[in-house]
């Protein structure tokens, strides 16, 4: 009957509040519970973790669990240890004693078949520490090939194996039942014997002793019919924190046959962003210095579990500002700043906007002739305006359909130079031409013919594997991970292999052949996927829909390609939006963006499905979903940041500082020197965002990250600064030659601005997209005074600003 | 996304990345990330290195480490007396051979490949899957000091060989490699810009970006100009790129290119670079094996051993650890074309220096040399030795978020009796 239980019994339901008096140095606190307010520890391994939780005046609730001290009233009956872990010694009525900010807390304990022999199970008592401990990582015992002989399922797939794995294989070996310390098992994993994988499991912690009982009693499989974790809780689900503060969570699990287990110590935890919390195998969780929102995955048995924390700044804006909306963003962007006690900085002003939205929208340096003519312009919509002028420039098709080769996989050594100039071509006219994104996706998804008249049907040769094609077009188009599900369950989502199954056999009807007219693609037969373990036939059905009895006829391509743009689908218009946004934004509402999972929450939820359902309500039109985001006041703040959105980097309180793409920064300082580049193999006057092929080689673009478009992940664009771009930023010839060059910007400024206020305020607006401010003016002149050669003088301060990263970043 | 410390700005939050990649240069210049977490952290006092030298294309044990003479297949060369009793190698190894008090040998490798970029990496990761850093990049992340303006891996090659040596634990720590005695590209101020002009427009610059600052700082931005201040700081130091060595040096070394390679790699690993791998290309002898031999061990012998003389008289030896691999033997089969084939069943290793009992043999070979027949060692074996003698504990696991991994391959351990 009963196994290790910690049976959290009358719990929750009546949760006693002690009101005292303030202390002097607690000031705020003024109220302290104990959770759960009595517990009940069944059987011999019985825990419980017992938070204390203060409230404050303003009503916030704090752990008190680092100030408590815990103590047995009873130490016959129950023990208590530092981090407020209760365990039962023997049976009867006991009481753990709280101390906590002056005050007493009493919690009566009620402990029952404390000394009844424990009976193990497999699968309930010694998997969980398989897992605990990483002995079925995929590092480790997990691997396919085991390690050292020793081979564990991975993430605890298949128990009925794991369990003859240790307690059968290599002649029984691993367990001595009559000696338990001197079982194999014991020995490695406590690092008694050499043991590859370190001590995972010393003889002090309490696991030790569980699996070493485990050996004892037998080392029992326990019973098949036996009850399984149903799901697990988090507790606290959410809670307010303060940044430098920390907060014990607990774990329980709840099994199908209504057990409840506290399984704190075994649960395994995850930090969604581990630079704003971190959490420890213990679930404490422990905030740094930044404030924005947190989730932290608890793990076990292959549920999961989530804890939100909000770090807000600093202390309460008691005054927070009514701040003009612009459009729904705004209020949900503001809404959200509000409960971190954040202020958004202030408005960008015209030639920071101008230059933002020339970068964000067609990847070019706006001109000072066209930051000049904005600032000109006197209507009051001519933000809303340059967006409208912006959409009609070949440009705008160009960077679009350039971000979207990065994505597709464009590559024309493995598509062939004619076919993927095709490709890219259909993907350029579908931006020309704002071809709404839901027929984008079902034009590539659903394409069949020949290749040359069909060139979207090349998305179908950068992988023709069908499970590398499910995968990628559940990364690309849905935001989705899933190709860990081809050899196991999913080890931190829902997905299992016939989810994975489900939609390799979408594609595996494809097929291919070359004609003396070129490749054809085609779909035919009805081929049956089995689950690679249990044998059976796996039907094509999308991702999180029932399978059906049967495939359907026909392509089958066109099921999911209707799924995928169907409005209720959950993921494919939130992607979208996501993907849009994090390109605007500088960080997508989920990050990273094609890893959209319940245990990876938005940061703002509510914009997201806001942003998604406009989107969707526009019927895809990704035109209007760039006005909507840049129409709104959160996308036109400055990015000149304010004393409480100084370390925000997460909730869009101010514009973010990114470095340029490759291509886009390559055309930037071509058209600020007025020297154009050249490219092996196209026309002159082709620019760096033209470029469809991204094998054209070219050093500046290989040194500043663009992409080799091998996968579908956007990590692919490496951004991160190094010495060598550093480097060719200060001694190549190429960028000298550009400045010096004699048709070039400086040339031409230094001809006809004779005096030199005038060729300052040029040189600020071709290299930085505004006018000087008056202190920047004076220096420059300054420096031009000093020199002797004005020339010289005025390229070594275009020098400076091409390097500076006011010209190297998007801000 | 990328952190930002704001507490410091010193050189050790300098980083780079997958730079030099286009211009024959295959990795990032880059300076060590800041102190590691606690397990690590004691390792960078005396500042530990590794030189590497890599004989390319998989060089003969008969004609090196574990000579066979008058034998079926052991070719026409003597074994001599080495400067260890009864340690006897290849007639080839003349210099090498006065100097095998400083080495032990393990000449009873199997990697079970035959493959050159199978072996190389099974040499390089310690392990048979992809995925893992190679020797360097670890030796760049754990041991690598702070401040040093010279990256912590640098690799001196005459031809491409692709590699993925940092793997997950990031660029910073991947080999930089140059060709040759070469410098990284765009080291040098154009001559058309003067010094005068090159100082002022920097200070101007540096200007600008202080304005941009208030903006807001990033962790990026921080990177942007620390990537600045490491150019400048490499430009300072262009002559150790740049410097013909002095004829003495030339003179004890050699004038060929892997003489001054081995001299480059002595300045290199002087100046505090922390690993330093050296290929010798031109191994992979499928005919004319002997006189293939002749000239490349002849090439290799003396500089190799007057680097290890260097390198003792310095007081570096006791500080670096020091191997000679490949990424398989040959075959004791001589063919037709009197070459011997790729051979990973049975080969030799020479290391020494840091943390290696010296003047060891680990191992050996049968009779004829046909294979293994003591002490078998893989490729993991040797990774965890090599680690191990500089005092990590490759047992621990990598630095790495997420899922971690043990350093070394948990099915492998050190060769326990080579460590001092």
Not at chain 1, 60 to 65: A, I, V
Not at chain 1, 271 to 285: E, K, M, R, T, Y
Not at chain 1, 586 to 595: M, N, Q, S, T
Not at chain 1, 723 to 736: F, G, K, R, T, Y
Request: aromatic content about 8%.
């Amino acid at each position: 009957m009963n196994r290790l239980q910690a049976v959290a019994a009358s719990v929750l339901a009546t949760c006693v509040w002690l009101v005292f008096p303030l202390m002097a140095e607690e000031a705020d606190v003024v109220e302290v519970q104990v959770d759960p307010p009595t517990i009940t520890l069944q059987g011999p391994a019985a825990r419980h973790t017992l938070l204390v939780t203060g409230k404050t005046t303003s009503g916030r609730l704090q752990d008190l669990g680092d100030t408590a001290t815990f103590h047995s009233d009873t130490p016959d009956v129950v023990s208590v240890d530092q981090r407020g872990v209760a365990r039962p010694l023997s049976d009867g009525q006991g009481t753990i004693v709280v101390e906590v900010s002056g005050r007493t807390l009493t919690v009566p304990v009620t402990v029952a078949n404390s000394a009844s022999p424990r009976e193990f199970s497999f699968v309930n008592d010694v998997m969980p520490l398989l897992d605990k401990f990483g002995c079925n990582g995929a590092g480790c015992h997990g691997k396919a090939e085991g390690q050292a002989g020793f081979k564990l399922s991975v993430f605890n797939s298949d128990p009925v194996a794991d369990y003859h794995a240790i307690v059968h294989q290599s002649r029984g070996r691993r367990v001595f039942r009559a000696a338990p310390e001197q079982s194999l098992l014991l020995l490695k994993a406590s690092g008694t014997k050499p043991h590859g994988g370190g001590v995972r499991v010393p003889p002090s912690m309490p696991e030790y002793d569980t699996l070493r009982d485990w050996l004892a009693a037998g080392a029992p499989y326990g019973d098949d019919a036996e009850a399984r974790v149903d799901r697990i809780t988090v507790t606290p689900g959410k809670r307010v924190l303060t940044t430098h503060s920390r907060q014990q969570l607990r774990v329980m699990a709840y099994y199908t046959d209504g057990r409840i287990r506290d399984v704190t110590r075994l649960a395994q935890y995850e930090s969604n962003n581990p630079g704003l919390a971190s959490i420890n195998d213990f679930g404490l969780v422990t905030t740094l210095d930044r404030p924005g929102q947190v989730a932290l995955r608890a793990g076990f048995m292959n549920r999961f579990a989530m804890f939100q924390g909000l770090i807000p700044h600093g202390e309460r804006i008691d005054q927070y500002p009514d701040l003009p909306e612009h459009n729904f963003i705004d209020g949900l962007v503001y809404k959200k700043l509000r409960a971190l006690n954040i202020l958004p900085s202030e408005l960008a002003d015209d030639a920071e906007y101008a230059r933002r939205v020339y970068l964000d929208v067609i990847g070019t340096l706006p001109s000072a002739t066209e930051v000049q003519g904005f600032l000109n312009d006197p209507s009051s919509d001519r933000r809303a305006q340059l967006v409208e002028r912006l959409f009609q420039r070949p440009e705008y098709a160009d960077y679009w359909a350039l971000k979207w080769s990065d994505l597709l996989g464009v590559q024309r050594k493995a598509l062939g130079h004619k076919a993927a100039y095709a490709y890219y071509r259909w993907i350029r006219e579908n931006f020309a031409a704002n071809q709404p994104y839901d027929d984008f996706v079902r034009e590539i998804i659903t394409a069949q013919g020949a290749l040359l008249d069909v060139p979207q049907a090349n998305f179908y040769k950068v992988d023709s594997d069908p499970g590398k094609l499910a995968s990628r077009v559940a990364q690309t188009f849905l935001g989705l991970r899933i190709e860990c599900a081809q050899c196991h369950h999913h080890p931190t989502d829902i997905w299992t292999q016939t989810d994975y199954f489900g939609m390799q056999s979408f594609f595996t009807q494809v097929k291919k052949r070359g004609t003396p007219r070129g490749e054809v693609l085609w779909t035919e037969g009805n081929p049956q996927t089995k689950h690679p373990r249990s044998g059976q036939v796996v039907h094509p059905h999308p991702l999180g829909t029932e399978m059906p009895e049967e495939a359907a006829e026909g392509d089958r391509r066109r099921i999911l390609a209707s799924w995928l743009s169907d409005p209720t689908n959950p993921w494919f218009a939130k992607n979208l939006a996501n993907r849009m946004w994090a390109h605007f934004m500088g960080r997508g509402l989920i990050e990273p963006v094609d890893d959209l999972r319940a245990t990876n929450p938005a940061t703002n939820p509510e914009l997201l499905t806001a942003l998604s359902q406009s989107f969707i309500d526009s019927d895809y039109d990704l035109r209007q979903l760039i006005r909507t985001i840049t129409q709104s006041r959160v996308y036109q703040l400055s990015s000149t940041a304010n004393a409480s959105n100084r370390l925000d980097e997460q909730n869009y309180s101010h514009a973010l500082l990114r470095p340029l793409e490759a291509e886009v920064l390559l055309d930037a300082v071509s058209q600020a020197t007025g020297i154009a580049e050249k490219f092996e193999g196209v026309p002159s006057g082709y620019r760096a965002i033209q470029l469809w092929d991204s094998s054209v080689s070219h050093y500046f673009l290989k040194l500043f990250g663009r992409p080799l478009r091998t996968s579908a992940c956007v990590c692919e664009r490496l951004d991160e600064p190094n010495v060598a771009q550093a480097l060719h930023l200060m001694n190549s010839p190429d960028i000298h030659q550009k400045l010096r060059h004699e048709g070039g910007t400086l040339a031409r400024l230094v001809k006809t601005h004779d005096d030199d206020e005038s060729l300052v305020h040029a040189i600020y607006l071709t290299f930085f997209s505004r006018p000087p401010f008056v202190a920047e003016k004076t220096r420059a002149l300054e420096y031009l005074q000093q020199a002797s050669d004005r020339r010289t003088a005025s390229e070594d301060l275009a020098w400076s600003m091409l390097c500076s990263i006011e010209f190297i970043f998007r801000h | 996304m990328v952190r930002r410390n704001r507490g410091c700005n010193g050189l050790d939050h300098v980083i780079s990345r997958r730079g030099f990649t286009a211009g024959g240069m295959s990795a990032a210049l880059a300076l060590p990330a800041l102190a590691a977490s606690a397990p690590h952290a004691d390792l960078r006092r005396g500042h530990k290195r590794i030189l590497q030298i890599y004989l390319q294309g998989g060089v003969s044990q008969f004609e090196s480490w574990d000579p066979k003479p008058g034998t079926l297949y052991g070719g026409p060369f003597r074994a001599i007396e080495t400067s260890v009793p009864g340690m006897r190698i290849c007639e080839l190894l003349p210099h090498t051979a006065q100097r095998m008090h400083h080495l032990s040998l393990v000449r009873s490798v199997n990697l079970k490949t035959n493959d050159h970029g199978v072996g190389r990496k099974i040499m390089e990761r310690g392990r048979r899957q992809e995925g893992y850093p190679y020797v360097g990049a670890v030796a760049a992340k754990y041991f690598a000091p702070t401040g040093n303006p010279l990256p912590g891996y640098i690799h001196i090659s005459t031809r491409g060989l692709i590699d993925d040596t940092d793997a997950f634990l990031g660029p910073r720590y991947a080999q930089l490699r140059l060709e040759g005695v070469q410098p990284p590209e765009n080291i040098r101020r154009l001559p058309t810009v003067t010094s005068g002009s090159f100082r002022r427009r920097n200070l101007f610059r540096l200007r600008l970006n202080q304005r941009a600052a208030r903006r807001g700082q990033t962790a990026r931005t921080d990177l942007y100009n620390g990537s600045f201040e490491q150019a400048q700081q490499l430009m300072s130091r262009r002559s150790l790129f740049e410097k013909e060595p002095p004829a003495s040096d030339l003179e004890r070394y050699g004038t060929h290119f892997f003489a001054r390679n081995c001299i480059f790699a002595r300045n290199l690993l002087e100046q505090g670079v922390t690993c330093v791998k050296v290929t010798h290309h031109g191994y992979d002898t499928h005919a004319e094996n002997f006189n293939f031999h002749l000239e490349q061990l002849g090439e290799f012998d003396q500089p190799f051993a007057t680097l290890l003389d260097d390198l003792h008289a310095r007081g570096l030896l006791e500080s670096t650890l020091v191997v000679v691999m490949s990424e398989f033997g040959r075959t004791p089969k001589i063919n037709r074309m009197y070459g011997r084939d790729h051979w990973g069943a049975s080969l030799s290793v020479a290391l020494g220096g840091c943390g290696i009992k010296p003047g060891m043999i680990v191992g050996k070979t049968n009779h004829q040399g046909t294979e293994v027949a003591d002490r078998e060692v893989d490729g993991g074996h040797l990774f965890h030795t090599y680690f191990q003698a500089l005092g990590l504990d490759t047992t621990r696991p990598h630095e790495k978020p997420g899922n971690p991994v043990p350093i070394g391959d948990p099915a492998m351990a050190p060769i326990d009796e080579l460590l001092a």
